[in-house]
């Protein structure tokens, strides 16, 4: 599928303010601007709502914009569903012309687009990711369900940069891979434990 380039308009599941609940940024004042549209088909997604970009309204460029300076952010989150698989170059453009900061939040499954001040890269296995992803990556984040997911996740921070912060992050639903996470962990000191605040908070 080709990267979709809707002109001054992207399809949107939600837009909402909140705060960061994972990684280096945890707990940060963040503007949520959720993509619709994913075609890598992680079993454990909890934003399948996102998936079929066809089912979400198309808005304006221009409102998304006003609507992360009216909420007054730290940051502005741009995440998905899988949201490389539009061109984010506009929207990013005009977040930054606000003085805005633009965060990422991808699989990096497609080319990617934009401008941004963090990238978080959470590559999948089911679908694998685009190679123009990995000079561009703040942190590294890998879901584990089990050992499969552990050498995927040497695979990738092999191909970033060594300054890039690197997490593991238990499967939810799985509970022996939160052991699984903790003790390579703690064997292997260059990854941190990556723990979804905003699950145990009960918010966004």
Known sequence: ?????????????????????????????????RLAGCDVGCPWCD???????????EIAIADLVDEAVNAKPAIVV????EPLMHDLQELTQQLKSQNLQ???ETSGAYPFSGYFDWVTFSPKQFKHPHSSIYEQVSELKIVVKDESDLIWAEQNA????????????AEWETA??????????????????????????GVR
């Open 1 to 33: 599928m080709d990267k979709v380039n809707c002109l001054n308009h992207l399809p949107i599941v939600e837009t909402f303010h909140s705060v960061q609940g994972e990684g280096s940024w945890m707990g940060t004042n963040a503007f949520f601007i």
């Open 47 to 57: 934003t399948k709502i996102s998936w079929n970009m066809k089912r979400h309204p």
């Open 78 to 81: 741009i995440t998905g569903g």
């Open 102 to 104: 633009v965060h990422l």
């Open 158 to 169: 092999a191909k970033v940069s060594p300054k890039v912060v690197k997490y593991l992050q």
């Open 176 to 201: 022996s891979s939160k052991d699984l996470v903790l003790q390579y962990v703690l064997s292997h000191p260059d990854w941190r434990v990556s723990i979804q605040t905003h699950k145990l908070l």
